[in-house]
């Protein structure tokens, strides 16, 4: 290599390590600053109120609300789910399960558990969907409605169950998830207290691994028992305790979990559904709700509550975790491409100067300059142009605030939810925070990379998802 | 571009200094939450069995006026505890039962508990506070609750309003105040409403007849429909020709609420409502309420201009039973 080449490599080099440095510090500032912000929240904000008191404060204001449900190969566990759904405690709802082309037994043990009965034909709904078969209503709960449709995604089930729904609100679901018996009551407040601005509220999602489960719900909280569940427990607590609670506060929340999410229909009509050119449908709803306000300078909120939760299962092994998280990564880099004009523009407000930013940053600029980093910096350093004691030293203060963030999570847990019953839950939860940053948190951002790729590739689809059957009580 | 050793040396010194401080605080705030986790596990099984006593005396102080609650009994449980409880047994009794709880928490001191929390810098606190006076009387109260009316969050306005409902010597004042303050123009007044409506009905129809911001006309006819307050039903109807589409849909659904007869006229009205949301939405009301009075009305929605008000009207017809049902599916494309 000739000198100047070499000059020009070195400078490249240092140039790079130095954005390597920026973009840590702006990573970890802002972590820092979402704890801040979710700990005022928090504290702030009212306490929650118990059930019997949220009822009576409710049961005349909340407004009717449709349950949907999309199911493909349930049929294992979709009676359960469905019971567990119609004994949700709120005053006026009904639940619509989609069986989205299920190549097994789902639609017939429907079917014989619930007398359905077959309802006529309908014109077609505003929201485009695939072809469905037939439309049933349960002779036993006429609160219960299937649709029986060709396969077109999860996307697809949730416009043909939105078509049909008639609540003014509707909550979308997992088959495969389980809610908390009061947490529509809650999640409800948001809509009654803001009217009609308030377009989407979205609850917390929590790791049910590990957790006996008895007639679709969740009778006791415990701890995974695998050590890759462990960690995602954490890293969900970071996410829907943290993050979520302190980009709601600045009116910038651009995510609401597929798995559990209310939305205003009406609002869901006018932006056109859900779409399902992407996987990451949930993602790019909400931001296409932003824009669509934005845009035509309508006031609105899209809001979130930490009390309403969702229990749902994760993988337990590296392989389907790798598929899930390349997955959502894909999803979002679909939504972020779909949506790039938001980005930074004053025009969409938080959501698009500080939400999208932030996603951006985190979840596109930060995976890439990171692994640059673990590349680069172990050659200038064999090249002796980074010091051994700044490198220990960086290396230390990331993940202190690794650490710091994880413990302020767990703070806000500890403040508001206080879902693990334990001391020793605590404990471990802690322990696990410390240890997700060798090893774990360098996979996670692998994860991301190998997104990128399968993004960059034109990957496209849900690829195979396997069921996993709760622990019975 | 490299900087000079020393500077190098110092900076990672600083940095390194920077991270043990925050590891050990992280560390540090881990321990506490985790003893303080472990003291209340200590004295959970303890506490749950002294609530259950503590609750069983109250509830037998309120079955019979003769069996005095002896404040000695109770008062070295935690007052937060108390406070909880006695609200929640708040919740399950009216009348003298209420009176009764009240002047239990007067003894125990909770009263006084709750008139600090007022001043509570967290809102949080200062609304829960608000909502748990309203089974206590007294001046004081009164006043507290009053200044609490001018409190910079929402929320707690809306709750010390209604907590002042149940003070007949306030209510004069606050109806002057409710008619000014645009927090009760909010949907989260709802309660407030409802409550004045089921309270202090002509209270609630003076101040329907004044002219107000349009949120707080439809949180009113809201409340209205909620209430009961079937004898406001044709000054309801007259709000159904109001210019705003949302004054509009609430007076019919208020209207519907009271299932007074000129819901119907009121419906029929909604059916040809400019606005396509709220012809679908009076189309699913008829099949929801199997209202076969309009039938014929309903048949002429099959032709809507809108897909979703076609769609609904199919629905709603089939609901009636002036379909019959085919086994089909619904249409997609």
Redesign the interface.
């Known amino acids: 290599m000739t000198a100047p080449v070499w000059t020009a490599f070195l400078?490249l080099a240092?140039l790079l390590a130095m954005l390597v440095l920026a973009v840590g510090i702006v990573q970890n500032l802002l972590y820092f600053a979402l704890m801040l912000t979710a700990l005022w929240a928090m504290?702030?904000?009212?306490?929650a109120r118990?059930t019997?008191?949220l009822w009576?404060?409710l049961v005349?204001?909340a407004p009717p609300l449709s349950v949907i449900v999309p199911a493909y190969d349930e049929e294992l566990t979709i009676e359960e789910s469905v019971r567990a759904l119609l004994a949700l405690q709120y005053p006026d709802f009904e639940v619509i399960v989609v069986n989205d082309g299920s190549r097994d037994g789902t639609l017939e043990r429907l079917k014989e558990r619930f007398a359905l009965?077959?309802?006529?034909?309908?014109?077609?709904?505003?929201l485009?969907?695939?072809?469905?078969?037939?439309?049933y209503r349960s002779a036993a709960v006429p609160a219960l409605r299937v649709?029986?449709?060709e396969n077109g995604g999860k996307a697809d089930a949730l416009n043909?169950g939105i078509?049909?729904a008639?609540g003014e609100l509707f909550c979308a679901a997992d088959a495969d998830s389980l809610l908390e018996a009061d947490s529509l009551l809650r999640a409800v407040q948001p809509f009654?207290?803001?009217?009609?601005e308030t377009i989407a509220v979205g609850g917390t999602v929590r790791v049910a691994n590990g957790c006996p489960v008895r007639g679709g719900r969740v009778v006791e909280v415990r701890l995974p028992t695998r050590f890759l569940a462990l960690l995602q427990t954490v890293e969900y607590m970071r996410a829907f305790t943290m993050a979520r609670l302190a980009f709601e506060r600045f009116g910038a929340l651009f995510i609401i979990s597929g798995a559990f999410g209310i939305f205003r229909r009406?609002a869901v009509?006018e932006v056109g559904g859900y779409s399902t050119a992407t996987v990451g449908e949930d993602l790019e709803l909400v931001l296409r709700l932003h824009r669509f306000m934005r845009e035509r300078g309508r006031r609105y909120a899209i809001r979130f509550v930490p009390e309403p939760v969702c229990w749902t299962q994760v993988p337990e092994n590296l392989a389907a975790l790798a598929r899930q998280r390349i997955r959502w990564h894909r999803g979002a880099l679909e939504s972020l491409a779909a949506h790039r004009r938001m980005i930074g523009r004053r025009r969409y407000g938080a959501a698009g100067w500080l939400g999208l930013t932030s996603l951006a940053l985190l979840d596109v600029v930060a995976p890439a300059v990171e692994a640059a980093g673990y590349l680069l910096m172990p050659v200038l350093w064999a090249l002796g142009?980074i010091?051994t004691?700044?490198l220990?030293?960086?290396l230390?203060?990331t993940?202190?605030?690794g650490?710091?963030v994880?413990?302020g999570a767990?703070?806000l847990e500890?403040m508001e939810l206080r879902r693990f019953p334990?001391?020793g839950h605590?404990?471990i939860l802690?322990l696990v925070a410390i240890l997700e940053n060798f090893g774990y948190r360098q996979l996670a951002n692998l994860w991301r990379i190998a997104g990128h790729l399968a993004w960059l590739r034109g990957m496209r689809g849900w690829g195979r998802q396997p069921r996993r059957a709760f622990v019975r009580a | 571009?490299?900087p000079s050793?020393p500077l190098?040396?110092a900076?990672?010194?600083a940095?390194?200094q920077?991270?043990?401080i925050?590891?050990l605080?992280?560390l540090l705030?881990?321990l506490v939450?985790?003893?303080r986790?472990?003291l209340?596990?200590l004295r959970r099984d303890g506490l749950a069995r002294r609530r259950e006593v503590a609750r069983r005396l109250i509830l037998e102080h309120l079955r019979s006026p003769d069996a005095a609650v002896e404040a000695d009994a109770l008062s070295d449980l935690p007052a937060d505890f108390l406070i909880e409880l006695i609200?929640?047994l708040a919740?399950m009794v009216r009348g003298e039962g209420r009176a009764r709880l009240a002047e239990l928490g007067r003894r125990l001191g909770l009263l006084d508990r709750l008139l600090e929390e007022l001043r509570s810098w967290?809102?949080?606190?200062r609304?829960?506070a608000a909502r748990r006076l309203s089974i206590y009387r007294g001046e004081e109260v009164v006043r507290a609750l009053s200044e609490l009316l001018f409190d910079r969050a929402v929320?707690v306005r809306i709750a010390a309003a209604i907590a002042l409902l149940d003070h007949e010597v306030a209510l004069p004042d606050l109806l002057r105040h409710a008619r000014l303050d645009p927090a009760l123009s909010?949907?989260?007044a709802?309660?407030f409403w409802?409550r004045l409506a089921e309270i202090r009905p002509e209270s609630f129809e003076r101040l329907f007849a004044t002219s107000g911001p349009a949120?707080r006309r439809?949180v009113m006819l809201?409340a209205a429909g909620?209430a009961g307050l079937g004898r406001l039903a044709p000054r309801i109807a007259a709000e159904t020709g109001s210019p705003d589409p949302?004054i509009r849909r609430a007076a019919t659904i208020a209207l519907l609420d009271l299932n007074h007869p000129l819901a119907l006229d009121a419906l029929s009205r909604m059916l040809a409502d400019p606005e396509p949301?709220l012809r679908a939405e009076a189309v699913?009301a008829i099949g929801?309420r199997k209202l076969v009075a309009l039938l014929g009305a309903l048949r002429d929605r099959r032709d809507d201009p809108d897909?979703?008000v076609?769609?609904r009207a199919?629905?709603a017809l089939?609901r009636l039973g002036a379909?019959?049902?085919?086994?089909?599916?619904?249409?997609?494309?």
């Open positions: 400078l240092q504290v702030t904000r009212p306490p118990r019997r008191a009576t404060g005349d204001a009965e077959p309802e006529a034909t309908l014109p077609a709904g505003p485009a969907h695939v072809p469905c078969r037939a439309v649709i029986d449709k043909a078509n049909l008639e009654v207290e803001g009217g009609e009406q009509l142009m010091d004691s700044f220990l030293a960086w230390a203060l993940f202190a605030f650490v710091i994880s413990v767990l703070v500890e334990r001391a605590l404990a802690a | 571009m490299v050793p190098i040396e900076f990672s010194r940095i390194w920077l991270a043990l925050l590891v605080i992280g705030v881990v939450l985790v003893l986790r472990l209340e596990e609200d929640e919740q967290r809102p949080g606190l609304l829960e929320p909010r949907p989260a709802f309660l409802q949120g439809i809201k909620a949302e949301r699913v929801r897909p979703a076609r769609f199919e629905e089939l379909r019959a049902a085919t086994g089909g599916g619904s249409g997609g494309r």
